[in-house]
């Protein structure tokens, strides 16, 4: 049923860019927070940006001023515009999101996605 595909990343070099595609379907998406995380090899799931379903958008300070999230109701899907990558950016991105303003709890999500590879590497 919940079906969300990542798309987009790739090989970047320091200070390039990439956009990553969330494409969601299965669940109501308007009415949903969304969020983009990130997992490199041997760390913890990291908390990248967010999206709230009335509109207001957060960052970490890790990726503040360089990452935007943008979504389209209409098409289901939610991106992330990352600039100036650095190479601590490398990881797998993912894309996931609750009902509302506020999470349900820390480890309740919708079923994850494959996530889609980003390396930045000169």
């Known amino acids: 049923q919940v079906q969300l595909v990542e798309s987009g990343g790739g090989l970047a070099q320091p200070g390039g860019s990439l956009r990553l595609s969330c494409a969601a379907s299965g669940f109501i998406f308007s009415v949903y927070t969304m969020n983009w995380y990130r997992q490199a090899p041997g760390k913890q799931r990291e908390w990248v940006a967010r999206?709230?379903?009335?509109?207001?958008?957060y960052y970490p300070d890790s990726v503040k001023g360089r990452f935007t999230i943008t979504r389209d109701n209409t098409k289901k899907m939610v991106y992330l515009q990352m600039d100036n990558l650095k190479p601590e950016d490398t990881a797998v991105y993912y894309c996931?999101?609750?009902?509302?303003?506020?999470?349900?709890?820390?480890?309740?999500?919708?079923?994850w996605g494959q996530g889609t590879q980003v390396t930045v590497s000169s």
């Open positions: 996931n999101g609750w009902p509302g303003m506020r999470q349900p709890g820390p480890d309740k999500f919708l079923s």
């Open positions: 999206f709230t379903s009335d509109g207001r958008t």
